[in-house]
């Protein structure tokens, strides 16, 4: 309960404060990532009693339950929110390191750790709006970070699209209060069950496109190569590590929990989807020569891989999507960090991402994999699939390791030794994971039952 | 009355989705505000019960749900605030390509491809003359 209210108020306090002060010096840089590892401390904290104990339950301002807003920790929310906080915390040091160049980054980034906690740990409809807007607001801001041309560019159209995304989103909520006559989430789902089946659909495809846009899914993508590509490569990190679980996370709660039977009805498509999605990310990534570019591909692809395990569905489904959004996150962190950097260990590091987002041993993303397939086992077709999009990321992640790392063909001065470390730390990470993976495979286990239902 | 409420809201909607689409970003800006009108239109609607306004002390009579205004309220405020974001991120965008017209931000960033891809060009072929 406490480490509830502090891993929420303590950024969404000190953000308030930084943005205020000039960001470019480096004592505010330092007290953000102060406040960023606060938020971290506490939810490892949190996640230390809700993991073995159940979900914790606090209502705002004491008011009874059913009529205060409720905050809710369940091991699927503290999972991602986790995540999230692991990812902004690094790049947000990888950029103090390097020096920040506009006086807003330090108090943005906190407010964006403030806004996605919020998200992972609300249990209320409207309140997930509100903590959805309140890190999309502060996302559209990063997204000029650097100002010129290319990046006010991209946050125009990043903004534009998402800010229609949340839109949609606040339509689908107003339309589940009036079907179910509550905002409770643990409520809506039992509720649902009894929506006239019409209603239901248009809900449903409501959020789906919502999140989906958030994600970058094949049909819903457009905006997103521009502003990876256009962004900074610790705001890319921040957008593609934090920000994009918000979609992955949605598409889990929103389509297991709240809608279970929409997402039987609609499981086919969201395979097909998925499969698309895949294929085109793979495809165009491996027609690129610039790392940003290759990246930016590779995430409307990976995201496929979550969509399809969603899709599929059940406990094994739904733990193989958790744990490949874990996966996926870490590693966009780790190959967006190091997408204008040189050095040893950058190489080393960028050679362990890629292996991780082909899904090789001994790192994260072949236990990443190993679920997937696990998970689709019943189908030889989808097999095929899932190793031809692994095939795929093998081409086009280990082509610009060859370009920027064997030919040189990257150039500029050597990244100093903090930075590199930062990044060093990242890729170990990945590896540890790979080499040691029982903790990560149970916590997503743990967070796929909340999903199924059958939550101890 | 819920028909008269979709119709509106659904009308709100298409006009905005229409303005989104055109080149001028002022334009933009109003297509997504008319966007946002929608739904802070269709929370609204969304209310259960209809009636007398629901200030305390309730005289017996049938209020109108209080919850659906509370939500509408906060989306007006949150509309307000991106609203204003959205036009300040214009200005600086109009500064920046002094333009206000999309066309000509595709077509910087059409010019930036094309430049990588002479330039991918050129190296390809002077590998090839390199391997001859």
């Known amino acids: 309960m406490i480490a509830l209210s502090v891993s929420l108020v303590v950024p969404w306090a000190a953000g308030i404060v930084l943005v205020l002060l000039d960001g470019q010096r480096r004592l505010v840089g330092w007290l953000a990532v102060a406040a960023l590892a606060a938020n971290l401390a506490g939810l490892v904290v949190l996640a230390a009693s809700v993991l073995p104990g159940g979900a914790v339950e606090a209502t705002t301002g004491d008011w009874p339950a059913g009529v205060g807003i409720t905050l809710r920790a369940d091991a699927l929310g503290v999972l991602f929110a986790l995540l999230s906080s692991v990812a902004l915390l690094a790049a947000t040091v990888h950029e103090v390191l390097d020096g920040v160049r506009e006086r807003v980054f330090p108090g943005l980034a906190v407010l964006l750790a403030a806004g996605l906690t919020g998200v992972f740990l609300t249990g209320d409809l409207f309140n997930f709006y509100v903590f959805f807007e309140l890190s999309m607001t502060a996302a559209y801001i990063l997204a000029t970070y650097g100002g010129t041309r290319r990046e006010l560019g991209a946050a125009l159209v990043f903004t534009t699209v998402n800010l229609l995304g949340t839109f949609l989103f606040l339509l689908s909520v107003a339309g589940v209060y009036h079907v179910t006559g509550t905002l409770d989430m643990a409520a809506i789902g039992e509720r649902m069950r009894g929506v006239e089946a019409s209603a239901g659909i248009l809900i449903a495809i409501g959020f789906f496109v919502a999140f989906s846009v958030k994600l970058g899914l094949f049909p819903f993508h457009f905006w997103l190569p521009t502003v990876y590509t256009g962004a900074r490569p610790a705001v890319a990190a921040i957008l593609s590590g934090g920000l994009a679980n918000i979609g992955g996370y949605g598409m889990l709660r929103f389509g297991a929990e709240l809608l279970p039977n929409q997402l039987e009805l609609a499981a086919t498509a969201l395979i097909v989807v998925g499969c698309a999605s895949i294929l085109y990310g793979g495809l165009l990534a491996v027609s690129r020569r610039s790392a940003s570019e290759m990246l930016a591909y590779s995430a409307i692809g990976q995201v496929g891989y979550v969509l399809v395990a969603i899709g599929v569905g059940g406990p094994v489904g739904f733990g193989a999507a958790i744990l490949y959004t874990i996966v996926n996150a870490l590693n966009k962190t780790l190959l967006f960090l190091t997408a204008h950097m040189r050095g040893a260990l950058v190489g080393a590091g960028f050679a362990l991402g890629a292996l991780s987002v082909a899904g090789l041993p001994p790192v994260a993303g072949f236990v990443g994999k190993l679920e997937l397939f696990r998970a689709a086992a019943h189908s030889p077709a989808l097999i095929a699939l899932l190793f031809l999009g692994s095939a795929l990321s093998f081409v086009y992640a280990f082509q610009i390791y060859q370009y920027d790392f064997w030919r040189g063909e990257r150039t500029g001065p050597r990244s100093a030794w903090p930075q590199q470390a930062v990044v060093a730390a990242l890729a170990l990470l990945v590896l540890a994971a790979g080499v040691w993976p029982e903790p990560l495979l149970a916590l997503s286990h743990d967070a796929a039952r909340v999903l199924t239902g059958d939550a101890r | ?132």
């Open chain 2, 1 to 132: 009355m819920s028909l008269i409420f979709a119709l509106a809201a659904a009308t709100l909607f298409g006009t905005g989705a229409f303005l989104l689409l055109d080149r001028d970003l002022v334009r933009v800006v109003l297509g997504v505000v008319l966007v946002s009108q929608s739904a802070v239109l269709t929370l609204i609607a969304s209310g259960l019960t209809r009636g007398a306004a629901p200030i305390y002390p309730l005289t017996g009579r049938a209020v109108s749900d209080p919850l659906s205004q509370a939500m509408a309220l906060t989306a007006i405020v949150i509309g307000l605030a991106v609203t204003a974001l959205l036009l300040v991120l214009v200005l600086r965008v109009v500064h920046a390509f002094r333009s206000r017209e999309l066309d000509e931000l595709a077509e910087e960033e059409a010019e930036r491809d094309a430049r990588l891809e002479r330039q991918e060009a050129r190296e390809h072929d002077d590998e090839e003359a390199a391997a001859r």
